[in-house]
């Protein structure tokens, strides 16, 4: 049973959350939104959750019959059988317009017959939760924005002291946004629903207002699943501190570590750019995989390839990501760029990190999760965020961008990423000798200091990775048709770092 001064939980997790337990225990809410924003599914959720509770639960129907919330109930696995279903559609008679006045009496003090009727059903029944569904239905019947005012007024003096939490639900067909009843209101809570020009809708909701209480602010990316909706609220790195070994992850590549300046440091984000086919998802295979040697586990959200596919072409160059998968320390997750709102992908992140006990992972790539996302505004931002949140957990996150363009100049970065990662490595083609050549090197490192050479990689069926020596006798690499310089010194440095 819930205490005397416990929140009243909703029985959605991410809007306890962000709600930071639940709704004030016996005040009047605003749950508002256009038709199909999944108000009546919150509703119910929030009286099964006090059913489970052993709190008794009422919902006054003037829109919808039994059968209607039965079947909404259904379609999520619900059974509402213990649920007070209070009906009061209108009949026939009320439906002529001389008699649609007359619901709500003109006098100031007396209610309707029709309210009246509500508030003694609630008197017999004493329910601790009450849904009303919905306000436009009695602004219509009202016809007279006074009118109204005074009914919902009514309605909450008549529920003060009496022990009970009140969702008012609404529509928002009217003309224009009724401030007024935002007022009255002890909180509100807007749904939206938005249609993107491909893919999936988008739900979000805002907590526009809590009385007396701290809640988390801005908009809340949800989805609606069968077992009811499902929020995700907005992360907030700050609020996300672990403590965590400081010891560096290496790639099991001896001379790739050795130009890393030992590897990469716990809490950091390395951006591996280059163009499509130089290695970039190779090298961050190799990174989890070798955290898996380890007995680390790291997780793979990959936009662009296939599960199979990544399979087939890490065991292709002796890197096992089957057998990291198979012992359960690595988890390959392929995002579906059409059904994917930012904060489910946050969601999904949060999850492996904190119940999982990731400790790599790779998103592959940054194209992809700006593509999946085409309208969604500072996803840069939210990106910062995540990695913030990330360094804090200790992981060590490998971002993907695939540059367009093969050589030289040419090359463009379709995301700008590199002042976010700590880390930057670049590969790039280059002409020598008749053959298409990699080139590899980090051009920055804020957690230390790193080697400054350019050194050629390859890829080998059986032999898996290899960096060569500094490229020390080629000038030009990045151009893509370096120069030989003769007489030139083997040697290299490592660079101070910053």
Known sequence: MRGKHDPVATGIAGLDNILGGGFTADRLYLIEGDPGASKTTLAVQFLLEGRRLGEKG???????????????AGS???????????????????LNPENQSRLFHPSDVELSDTTRSILEQVER?????????????????????????????????FFIGRRCTVLLLDDRTAADNDLQLHSLAHGVITLQHMAQE????????????????????????????????????????????QRYATQPLTSGVAELDQLLGGGLDRGTSALLMGPAGSGK??????????????????????????????????????????GAMDRGLLKVQQIDPGELSPGQFVHAIRNVVERENVRV??????????????????????????????AQQGVVTLMVVAQQGLLGNAMQTPVDASYIADTVIVLRYFEAAGKLRRAVSVVKKRSGPHEDALREITF??????????????????????????KDMPDSHERHPGP
């Open 281 to 322: 998802s190779t090298i961050a295979s190799q990174f989890a995989c070798e955290a898996a040697r380890r007995g680390e586990k790291s997780a793979v959200f990959t936009f662009d390839e296939g599960i199979a596919t990544l399979v087939a072409r890490s065991q292709g160059l002796a890197i096992d990501v089957k």
């Open 198 to 241: 491909y893919g999936a809708e988008r739900r979000r909701l805002r907590v526009m207002k809590m009385r007396g209480s701290a809640f988390r602010g801005g908009y809340h990316d949800f989805v609606i699943r069968s077992g009811g909706l499902e929020v995700f609220p907005r992360l907030v790195a700050a609020e996300h501190h």
């Open 361 to 390: 992972v790779v998103i592959d790539s940054l194209n992809g999760y700006l593509n999946a996302m085409p309208e969604e505004r500072f996803l840069t931002i939210q990106l910062h965020e995540l990695l913030t949140y990330l």
């Open 460 to 485: 080998h069926a059986r032999g898996g990775i290899r960096v060569g020596e500094p490229l020390a006798r080629y000038h030009g690499v990045f151009t893509g048709v370096p120069i030989v310089m």
């Open 76 to 94: 999520h696995g619900w059974d509402i059988q213990g649920l007070s279903i209070y009906e009061l559609l209108p009949s026939n008679e009320s």
């Open 125 to 157: 029944e004493a329910p601790s939760r009450v849904v009303f569904d919905s306000l436009s239905e009695m602004r219509l019947l009202a016809q007279h924005p006074l009118r109204y005012r005074r009914q919902v007024l009514a309605l909450k003096q």
């Open 58 to 72: 009422m919902y006054v129907s003037l829109s919808e019959t039994r059968e209607e919330l039965a079947g909404v």
